[in-house]
């Protein structure tokens, strides 16, 4: 069974994180995990600045060492890095000292202040210790866009069917994502809708701490 949203025990197991804006304003923001990628990371740009949209990017230690000019873009086109860990290794699956070796290799180059859990895996004593430094940024509807089974006309069914206001939306900006196929989509009809497209503001005042 599919599972959009984060269960409400994982909420429970991080305070503090964010998984949602908190507003009644028709506000969402749109992230992408695990570039960036010479493929998809400067399409992915263009749409946003084609709506005047900014975003944020979770990068990881590889992506980013290997690729400086595609970070460069990134920031250059006004969004914002966040660290997605350096060898994308699950949380629950590794003890505490050394996933927060890996989120600090990955600091370096993606973010010092912003970090999202890949695969949304974390024990919660390495959340207690990340939180000290990072804002710690989960989500609140994934569409699944990185399952290329799950097809790109049912994650576009799922966004439009589940976007609510303060959603926080994931989506992956790697090759082997469907995102470049339902995004310019999406965008016009949550445009439609009435959505605007921002970045949380904790975010916004954490930015002159990114590298």
């Not at 908190?22 to 923001?29: L, P, V, W, Y």
């Not at 976007?163 to 090759?175: E, Q």
Request: proline fraction near 7%.
């Amino acid at each position: 069974m599919r599972h959009f949203r984060p269960f409400v025990l994982t909420r429970l197991l991080f305070p503090g994180a964010l998984f949602r804006m908190r507003t009644n304003e028709k506000e969402i923001c749109l992230t992408f995990d695990d570039g960036p990628d010479p493929v998809s990371t400067p399409r992915i740009i263009e749409i946003l600045d084609d709506h005047k949209i900014r975003s944020v990017f979770f990068c990881t230690g590889p992506g980013a060492g290997e690729h400086p000019e595609l970070m460069r873009l990134i920031v250059s086109h006004g969004h914002v890095t966040g660290n997605h860990g350096f060898s994308h290794i699950r949380g629950l699956n590794t003890s505490t000292g050394n996933y927060l070796e890996d989120v600090s290799r990955a600091s370096l180059v993606t973010s010092s202040c912003l970090f999202r859990p890949p695969y949304g895996s974390l024990r919660p004593a390495q959340f207690r210790r990340l939180k000290k430094t990072f804002i710690v940024m989960f989500w609140d509807l994934m569409p699944y866009d990185f399952d290329g089974g799950f097809g790109s006309g049912r994650s576009l069914q799922v966004m439009k069917k589940k976007t609510r206001p303060g959603s926080i939306i994931v989506l992956h900006d790697k090759a082997s994502s469907t995102v470049l196929s339902f995004l310019e989509e999406y965008v016009e009809f949550a445009e439609r809708e009435g959505y605007k497209f921002v970045i949380p503001g904790a975010i916004m005042q954490e930015k002159q701490k990114l590298p």
